[in-house]
């Protein structure tokens, strides 16, 4: 049994909507010993995992997938299953998963959704695990196996606090993007919408109040000066300093550190200087000076306020056991961390308590030590402070809270300038003035917890989650901003670049991806192939884009999914044979499938543009949720013309000019000789990337007079499209540079360059070598129509190939008396073009890589300004 590949799919997918793991299995001799075959499996499996009796499977009622296990089924199966299960236990709300045969015997895909990628991962190992060791009735600590799981899963989900901003944010379909893999901080809204989270500390959170808060001392003066009672009190340095001040202020006392945060060694009550000088042991321990002052009598609440109104109130109850006359306060502890809302950290509803020096000091100021068995009903504190992060308990009081406390609390929170606060508050009863009972505010948290309001041990949950994100994003507010993603086999990358010329000629910061890099309002800031996920969201993260204009290939959807959740438009220019014999993608129809991706996630109000000339991609309308709107050549197009007639919209070509419809409703936008890249509409393929892109602006909502202004500025050459169909001039010659290396680009080719008697063409041509021989060869002769002399040649990556491997396979396609030469690679391929053509031939090089063709022409052009000297060499300047 081989585990092949284990794959993250972290976008839309071919599989789902959510991220995935796509698994390679290969389960060997188990292909023929289904579950029923193993003699106590399925008793041994369920006494493990009982969460499976809840699984419907096929069946679709509880316990449908113990009913498989008993008839019998199969490893990667069984295996799906489990590592569900394994999820669900470490605390992860995940139900999808597929296992399918690949058509190789004892192959299979498991497809599982996940919500935390590693945590997924160890899952998917430990059910393999757990399985088999169920199957073969080996010993296996099952028990074990799943706590290392929820250990795992503490370290990477998200913390309580962070977790109910971002459920919030998604029920209000607002992007989020986790940023660090174990961290909280989070990214919501895309481009200049984005706003960040780090737990519940905002990117609208004053850095300024953070520091006032960190220290409290301030906080404390900065509340004193607008008539906000506070706790008077000193910073100390010494124990004997701490019992000085504590002498001055009167017992009792609390110490804390001075900035110290989740009631990390606070020490409160404290009535002696034996335990004013053990307390200072103990907030010393920690950051800053310590801070004495006088101890306030009462309980001790936190206010929540967010965005200048009070949302939340809890009262909290520090650490503590109840005696039952027979255990030690230790075996206590041991009993009441057992609880399964108690976990170590603050990924729980509740923290386990921890027997430490703190512990320590406050068992000593009742007379007890950690190995005292206290009296059956006898109340045992274990801290005096009453955080969640020590161990302690939260009671809901928010319908409680006097008006005039609720008051003191935005005061509080208004005076230190913090977005969202969490105010601690002392007092005997909440319901009455602090004023009128002697109560304080003794801190101020800028970056307050939430698990008390999400799930109090006691009282009505608060989800307040949901007034942070308003405050973030109020009501109506966007976080989105518009994103383009076009996909297709040809044509794409000129659309992409046409398109965001449309959005930049409307004075739009407009960020694109395509193969030759990600732009941010023009300027490349990555280079290479940027048309998977990774470049995608380096543009969503970027501050300053308006429009996100995303190339998206084949590749990153196999590989990772959509950089993306959701585009508000989606472009398919074409399908045609390329890349197939990859990534499981055998024909033109599973090619298809992968791109109708970029269509299935189209949002509701959002748009898909189809080619209505090409058949794969005009069926494709079924699978969007949005309107459709289709582009074609001509208003004759059956499919065009069903979809006007339905009230549909469409853009095509009439009467020699570009047309926008929307049911019987028609516009003329521009005349196709103003639109000089596509040679008054004689080159087809261009006038097809016309078209799809004036599709996309106009259903994204561009001003029609804008997109004829892009149309009619928009140039075919090296700066603008490097490597699309740029006409060169060069000493005399005709060069033709495209980066064409399929069957259907290299047919547009041809079509666009018909063959001219009185010109000779000579083509420089080396194509990838991970293609199909049949591929390699139909893309060949394609070329035949209007090629004379070739130049053929290895790219420098030969992608498993022989050395001259595919030169070698082009040339089968050659007639006899064909002219044609080897190169090494595409440099030393176009300066031997460059040779053996004359003045008035015509260059056509299919560029691998664009900018080192661009860079060896350049170079040429060079060489014969420099031969001419200072005459003026016109045809040589040409190229620039």
């Not at 284990?6 to 789902?16: D, K, M, S």
């Not at 006691?458 to 383009?484: C, F, H, K, M, W």
């Not at 060869?777 to 290895?794: G, K, N, R």
């Not at 030469?821 to 595409?826: E, G």
Request: hydrophobic share 40%; with cysteine.
């Amino acid at each position: 049994m081989t585990v092949r590949r284990v794959q993250a799919l972290r976008g839309p997918n071919l599989h789902a909507y959510k991220p995935v793991l796509r698994i390679e299995l290969d389960i060997g001799p188990f292909e023929t010993r289904p579950s029923s075959s193993f003699p106590g499996f399925v008793e041994r499996l369920t006494s493990w995992i009982p969460g499976l009796h809840t699984h419907e499977c096929s069946v679709g009622r509880p316990g449908g997938f113990v009913e498989r296990l008993r008839r019998g089924t199969y490893l990667a199966h069984i295996c799906e299953h489990v590592t569900l299960a394994l999820q669900n236990e470490m605390g992860f709300d995940v139900g999808y998963g597929r296992a399918r045969g690949t058509g190789e015997t004892g192959v299979y895909t498991v497809v599982i959704a996940y919500e935390e990628e590693e945590p997924a991962r160890e899952a998917f190992k430990t059910a393999l695990e757990l399985t088999l060791a169920a199957m073969l009735d080996e010993p296996y600590d099952a028990a074990a196996a799943i706590e290392r799981l929820r250990e795992i899963a503490d370290e990477y989900r998200l913390g309580p606090s962070t977790r109910a901003i971002v459920d919030a944010a998604r029920r209000r379909k607002i992007p989020v993007r986790r940023l660090t893999p174990t961290g909280s901080l989070v990214q919501l809204g895309y481009g200049i919408h984005q706003k960040r989270i780090l737990a519940s500390q905002t990117s609208d959170t004053s850095a300024l109040a953070v520091e006032i808060c960190q220290e409290k001392p301030l906080t404390n003066r900065v509340l004193r000066n607008v008539g906000i009672s506070v706790p008077e009190g000193r910073t100390v340095r010494s124990a004997d300093e701490a019992w000085e001040v504590a002498e001055e202020l009167g017992l009792p006392v609390i110490l804390k550190p001075e900035a110290g945060n989740q009631g990390k060694g606070v020490m409160v009550n404290l009535r002696s200087e034996a335990e004013v000088r053990a307390a200072y042991e103990v907030a010393s321990q920690y950051r800053g000076d310590v801070l004495v002052e006088r101890h306030i009598e009462g309980d001790d609440f936190r206010l929540l306020v967010v965005n200048g109104k009070m949302v939340a109130a809890a009262r909290r109850e520090p650490a503590q056991v109840i005696g039952d006359g027979r255990h030690t306060v230790t075996q206590l502890v041991e009993v009441a961390n057992q609880d399964p809302r108690r976990r170590p950290g603050h990924s729980s509803s509740l923290t386990r308590i921890r027997l430490d020096e703190a512990a320590r000091v406050v068992l000593g100021q009742q007379g007890l030590t950690v190995d005292s068995v206290p009296a059956a009903g006898q109340v045992v504190k274990l801290r005096q402070n009453c955080n969640l992060s020590t161990g302690g308990t939260a009671t809901d009081v928010t319908d409680e809270v006097h008006p005039s406390n609720a008051r003191m609390a935005e005061l509080a929170a208004q005076v230190l300038n913090l977005d969202i606060a969490g105010i601690d508050l002392l007092c005997k009863d909440i319901r009455r003035p602090v004023g009128e009972q002697g109560g304080a505010i003794v801190e101020v948290n800028a970056a307050p917890g939430l698990r008390m309001h999400l799930q109090p041990t006691n009282g009505q949950p608060r989800d307040v989650g949901v007034p942070i994100v308003e405050a973030l994003y109020p009501p109506g507010a966007t976080s989105r901003i518009p994103i383009i993603a076009i996909t297709g086999t040809n044509g794409k990358t000129t659309v992409t670049r046409l398109v965001a010329h449309m959005f930049e000629t409307a004075r739009q910061c407009v960020g694109m991806t395509s193969t030759d890099g990600t732009y941010i309002r023009g300027e490349r800031i990555l280079e290479g192939d940027c048309s998977g996920p990774k470049s995608a969201l380096a543009v969503l993260l970027h501050p300053r884009v308006e429009v996100a204009v995303l190339e998206v290939a084949r590749g990153g959807i196999l590989r990772e999914g959509l950089g993306f959740d959701w585009c508000s438009v989606g472009v398919v220019t074409n399908v045609s044979s390329d890349h197939l014999g990859l990534g499981g993608v055998n024909t033109l129809e599973q090619l298809a499938r992968v791109k109708q991706v970029v269509v299935e996630s189209v949002a509701a109000d959002g748009a898909a543009v189809l080619n209505a000339d090409d058949p794969l991609v005009a069926e494709m309308a079924a699978a969007c949720h949005g309107k459709v709107v289709y582009f074609a050549r001509s208003p004759d197009n059956a499919i065009l013309q069903a979809h006007l007639a339905q009230g549909g919209s469409g853009v095509f070509v009439e009467d020699d000019a570009i047309i926008t419809a929307q049911g019987s409703r028609r516009q003329r936008l521009v005349e196709l000789d103003r639109v000089t890249f596509t040679a008054g509409g004689a080159i087809r393929f261009q006038l097809e990337n016309a078209l799809a892109a004036t599709a996309a602006a106009w259903a994204q909502g561009l001003n029609p007079a804008l997109i004829v202004r892009a149309l009619t500025t928009f140039r075919s050459d090296h700066r603008m499209t490097p490597g699309r169909f740029n006409v060169l001039g060069l000493a005399g010659r005709q060069v033709i540079l495209d980066y064409g290396h399929n069957v259907g680009a290299m047919r547009a080719l041809a079509e666009a360059l018909p063959r001219d008697g009185q010109r000779r063409t000579i083509m420089v041509m080396g194509l990838p070598g991970d293609r199909r021989d049949e591929d390699i060869l139909a893309t060949t002769q394609a070329s035949l129509p209007i090629v004379d002399e070739y130049v053929l040649h290895d790219l420098k990556d030969r992608r498993g190939r022989a050395e001259l491997e595919v030169p070698q396979l082009m040339r089968s396609c050659l007639a006899p008396d064909t002219p044609h030469h080897f190169a090494a690679d595409q440099r030393e391929g176009i300066l031997l073009g460059f040779q053996l053509s004359r003045p008035g031939d015509r260059l056509v090089i299919i560029a691998d890589l664009v900018e080192e063709a661009l860079a060896v022409l350049e170079a040429l052009a060079d060489m014969e300004v420099g031969e001419e000297g200072a005459c003026e060499a016109p045809v040589s300047r040409s190229f620039e």
